[in-house]
């Protein structure tokens, strides 16, 4: 079958590969690989900015048909529409794996960077990380289950947005504007997204088209606007998905006191310059997300199902395997907002 394999450890070795069809075992099923999503992670294996585990068939976000199914695996069968969690090798046996953890056990190895992983004709994925994709839901919309159940799972799950909350969503990239729209399921009443001059031609473009406030940075002041916005008591959630110190530092400038920081966002920096001390007069709750757990990757496919999270807008660059060079470049630069490959 044909793979994009990160062949060895340093910036490129990336290269299209003929490789064996992977063999299931026993509580594994194997997968046709219908749509596979651009991940930014993805640009930095490219780029040798993360851990990887080379030679390693990249991808970590798909949609899939099951085509075999190992002889202990209950409960599915051949036919059936599938996306699944990235989080194997989650060792099954430490605290956090017991207490329903699996996605930050220390041992998890995830597909498209610790294991051979979606950027293929097939895969191979052990059946207790499927979720049944929904009937009424496309094979390009399931896709992008997994940056949506990350979002999800910030924002519904680990913060709790409450209803006629003004949330504030710092980031245009993918996972931004899906916190933007679980923000709106669970019933948050103003929703601005806030992004550069280099998002207006495409992402803010959406996220207006999708019914969001929108804010550049560059061009507008962003606490004035939150003030004018909020009759001067400040944003109640404020979702950092930029991922920038700058905008750390604006979420705690424009969060109502007592209000929520989530944040979603890596910086890939050693240490960040922040107002730690208006954050503590403030009382704020600043929380953590990383990756999904299963109770998001659920309620995000029933949220899918009731299109009230819509994923499609979001898919701007469609690409075959064969194209990946000229689909990850343009996607670097901020071009687009997703990308996904076609099988
Ligand atoms: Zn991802
Ligand atoms: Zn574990």
Redesign the pocket.
Known sequence: MRALVKTKKGKGFIEIEDVPIPHHSSNEVLIKVKVAGICGTDIHIWHDKMLYWPPVIMGHEFSGEIIKVGADVIGWKVGDRVVAEPHTR?????W??RSGN?HI????RSIGWGIDGAFAEYIKMPSHLLHKIPGNVSYEEAALCEPAAIALNCVLLTSRVKPGDFVVVEGTGAVGLLAAMAARAAGAGKIMITGVEQDEKVRLKVARELGFETLNVERENIQEKVSILSKEKGADLVVEAAGVEASIDTAIKITRRMGDIAILGITGQKKVNILWDEAVFKVLNIRFCFSSTYESWERCLFLMSERIINTSPLITHTATLEEWEKLFSQLEKGNGIKGIFIF
């Open positions: 989650a060792c099954g046996v430490c956090l794996c699996i056990c220390p041992h998890k």
